[in-house]
């Protein structure tokens, strides 16, 4: 069974400084797709970055990149030049192939709370 | 583009009554959606998955009797609490897949709903 590990449940940093959360999965599955979701005091959840397990280029938008390790099974997010607006409660998710019902769900980790300092 | 919108943000109500929360893709055809329940501090459970015209499939432990799903459009999808009681209390939040390679495509979520039933 697929699962997602965030071992760090909150985690601070200074503004305009980098900041790596981790998150680690378990699948058996070759080809599979993992996202960086941000949900801000608003609540809502805000897509931040996706990964395709085929691709071994890292994938970046503007200060978030990741560092896909495949072989390890790591899919930790990097933020640079945090803002005060980064604070959020941060979640990783892998999109699992429900075979039964031929859909596609996302399992998520247990989320990484992240706090920018001023 | 990809917005879903939730309806709605915040409702209070007594134990017993039913309750309806509404969840649209406004932007785009959704062909799959999905119903999630937060509790504080925690990460997302997934409640059901619902495909336009057909049943909704519920995840083990949930009871489809208590959660009624209905996804009668592209657009639209909706969670009836049945006879609700404070346990039932939660953060609600929907999310939706556009049609096309699911794998290709994130999820996009609601705002959310808080159901507080008193």
């Known amino acids: 069974a697929q699962t997602v590990t965030q071992s760090q449940p909150e985690m601070s940093v200074q503004e305009a400084e980098t900041v790596t959360l981790s998150c680690t999965y378990d699948t058996s599955e070759s080809n599979y797709y993992l996202f960086w979701y941000k949900q801000p005091p608003s609540r809502q959840m805000i897509l931040v970055i996706r990964?395709?397990?085929?691709?071994?280029q890292n994938a970046t938008e503007n200060r978030f990149s990741v560092n896909f390790q495949k072989a390890a099974k790591s899919f930790s997010l990097k933020i640079s030049d945090s803002q005060l607006g980064d604070t959020a409660m941060y979640f990783c998710a892998f999109m699992k192939h429900v075979r039964a019902s031929g859909t596609y769900k996302y399992i998520f980790g247990t989320g990484t709370r992240l706090k920018v300092l001023a | 583009g990809a917005v879903v919108s939730q309806h709605p943000s915040w409702v209070i109500c007594k134990s017993g009554t039913s309750v309806k929360i509404e969840c649209r893709s406004l932007?785009?055809?959704?062909?799959?959606m999905f119903w999630y329940r937060q509790f504080p501090k925690q990460s997302l459970m997934l409640m059901a998955t619902s495909n336009e015209g057909s049943k909704a499939t519920y995840e083990q432990g949930v009871e489809k009797d208590k959660f009624l799903i209905n996804h009668a459009s592209l657009t639209l999808s909706t969670l009836t609490v049945t006879s609700a009681h404070p346990e039932d209390s939660s953060f609600y939040i929907c999310?939706?897949?556009?049609?096309?390679?699911?794998?290709?495509?994130?999820?996009?979520f609601g705002d959310g709903t808080r159901l507080s039933i008193l």
């Open positions: 999310s939706a897949r556009e049609g096309g390679q699911p794998r290709n495509q994130p999820q996009h």
């Open positions: 932007d785009f055809q959704a062909t799959t």
């Open positions: 990964q395709e397990a085929y691709k071994q």
